[in-house]
């Protein structure tokens, strides 16, 4: 079955740690998304590719990073510099461009030690 | 500057009934409308979607109205089900542009 695969599903940082959170799509799709969800609020983009070795910064990009070497993976990295990591983050793609729905994967939620 | 406004925090319907769930925009640059679903620890399921050249789309139970005039789109659940029970999410983007802006959601619980 095709679809999004995040790991883990849970994961927890020391302080001053940077932490690597994977996605992996085998969809075909172009275009990957990396966003954050926090109590009671909606979901904010972080970051976003829409082909390989490309992606741009979302509303949220401080304190993270992505690469983009293959189609069917976009990992992000929570850094020490992201001051609030605790959240859910959900990584998503879509056949890219506009007009398309994004689907997306179960999640992984990161929690500080 | 919150961009897509979902007003209700949460809504209780009995089943069977209907559910309308509703969301406001302010960037008349969004021309693509997008319903989502989601329970908690998992990520949001795609509902149902609608471009800014329609003002109804049907899929089943479910019915999204936009009023572009007013930048106010609407969820209809025809007739609701406890396994409905779920956060929604609206979303919008800009055709051409495939991000997403997504509301805040609305908590749904349909009571037997």
């Known amino acids: 079955d095709g679809g999004i695969t995040q790991s883990p599903k849970y994961l927890f940082r020391k302080e001053g740690q940077n932490v690597t959170l994977s996605c992996e799509q085998n969809?075909?799709?172009?275009?990957m998304y990396w966003y954050r969800q926090d109590p009671g609020q909606g979901l904010r983009l972080i970051y976003y590719s829409q082909i390989v070795n490309d992606f741009q910064k979302g509303d949220i990009a401080e304190g993270y990073s992505v690469s983009r070497e293959k189609k069917e993976s976009f990992p992000l990295t929570v850094t020490s510099a992201q001051k609030n990591p605790t959240a859910f983050y959900l990584c998503a793609s879509s056949r890219g461009g506009g007009g398309q729905p994004q689907h997306f994967g179960d999640g992984t939620r990161l929690s500080i030690l | 500057d919150q961009q897509v406004k979902q007003n209700s925090p949460s809504l209780s319907v009995q089943e069977g009934r209907i559910s309308i769930l509703n969301c406001d925009y302010t960037n008349s640059m969004f021309d693509y409308f997008l319903w989502y679903k989601k329970y908690p620890a998992e990520g949001p399921t795609f509902l149902i979607s609608i471009s800014s050249i329609k003002d109804k789309n049907e899929d089943g139970r479910f019915t999204v109205f936009l009023n572009k005039s007013a930048k106010h789109l609407s969820l209809h659940i025809v007739p609701s089900q406890p396994g409905d029970s779920a956060v929604y999410f609206c979303a919008a983007s800009a055709l051409g542009y495939g991000k997403l802006t997504f509301g805040q959601g609305t908590i749904l619980t349909v009571h037997p």
């Open positions: 969809l075909n799709h172009d275009a």
